[in-house]
């Protein structure tokens, strides 16, 4: 017994001192990367310079376009534009972001033109800053396949997407310049991009006015055909802006350029790296290969890439709305502009 229990004795002697040399070891470990970070990147929240670099960011929440027309802004966030010009970004999404500018919850946001017209001209606490990388509008009247043209929609189902908004303005001036009235058709709100799409194919509309990629998708598909391109019809009507809240105009107006440079650097870099860019948009859109090559090809003459507000443009814009009933009144540029922040090119 002795005997026995000497040889257990010695044996734990032995894992001990095995779990005492491990434990040393792994100190040892952590002790030399201390400061060098676990996330394999190089970089740590413990490192002090890093923490440094991130107190000394400016932090704008900024409200950009979902889809595609605010891909190309995430894609420059992930290439490090907005660091560089010292910004910390915080993307925030919601289809409405006249309560958030007015409560300080969103700073910078994108915005449809005739909407920030309307909102800013009535008193809403913002003002436009800037163009958005296109100003004309991507909307298209396409049709069943069946259809020639834009007369023989005469008494049939026309979606006019959202009533009072910008794709409702361009889908009553194509039938307009056609000789059609809305009331010569069956004039439908059938919603937006997959839902405009969907009451098409699924026949509730025989042409409805949309986005791409669903007129690509459309003529791939063989499920409807192109009538007419909204900017042939309205080809100064403007349709997308930047605009900033009047408090943080206020407090940090060096911001606002800084986040403008960094949007159109983004918007630069993804015309030029188209290739690399349609691998990120891929990623994000599932969408075939071919009907994002049609896509980007038929909008590369709406890809401006001019953050300059043509005030002319919103003049004439203004009095269209009117004319259709979308807005009471032509407000005066002084109470809606702030352009000051639009870099140098």
């Not at 007015?102 to 909407?115: M, P």
């Not at 043209?149 to 056609?178: C, M, P, T």
């Amino acid at each position: 017994m002795k005997k026995r229990s000497a040889i257990q004795r010695r044996k734990l002697s032995i894992l001990i001192s095995g779990l005492l040399t491990m434990i040393l070891i792994a100190g040892c470990a952590s002790a030399g990367n201390s400061g060098k970070g676990n996330t394999g990147t190089g970089e740590s929240e413990l490192d002090p310079t890093n923490k440094s670099e991130q107190e000394s960011l400016i932090k704008v929440r900024y409200n950009a376009f979902t889809g595609v027309s605010g891909l190309a802004v995430h894609f420059g966030a992930e290439k490090g534009f907005f660091k560089e010009e010292g910004l910390d970004v915080q993307f925030i999404t919601t289809d409405n972001p006249v309560p958030g500018l007015t409560s300080g919850d969103i700073d910078i946001a994108d915005f449809s033109t005739t909407r920030a017209i309307v909102a800013a001209g009535k008193g809403a606490p913002f003002k436009i800053v800037s163009s958005l990388f296109r100003t004309k509008g991507p909307f298209y009247l396409i049709a069943k396949t069946d259809i020639a043209s834009v007369e023989d929609l005469k008494r049939k189902k026309v979606g006019g997407a959202v009533f009072g908004s910008g794709l409702d303005a361009y889908a009553q001036i194509i039938l307009k310049e056609h000789g059609l009235s809305k009331e010569e058709v069956t004039y439908v709100a059938n919603g937006v991009h997959e839902a405009a799409y969907a009451s098409l194919t699924a026949g509730q509309v025989d042409a409805t006015i949309i986005h791409e990629p669903f007129v690509s998708l459309a003529e791939k598909e063989g499920k409807g055909k192109l009538l007419a391109k909204g900017w042939d019809y309205l080809p100064n009507f403007h349709t997308g802006v930047l605009v900033a809240s009047d408090s943080f105009i206020a407090k940090n107006p060096e911001a606002i350029e800084k986040l403008l440079r960094a949007y159109l650097k983004s918007q630069e870099y993804a015309k030029a790296n188209l290739d690399e860019y349609k691998q990120y948009f891929s990623q994000h859109v599932k969408i075939d290969a071919e009907v994002l090559d049609a896509m980007f090809e038929r909008e590369d003459v709406l890809w401006e890439n001019n953050l300059n507000v043509d005030q002319a443009a919103l003049q004439e814009t203004q009095e269209i709305q009117v004319q259709l009933g979308f807005q009471d009144k032509v407000y005066g540029l002084d109470e809606i502009l702030d352009l000051r922040f639009i870099p140098k090119q």
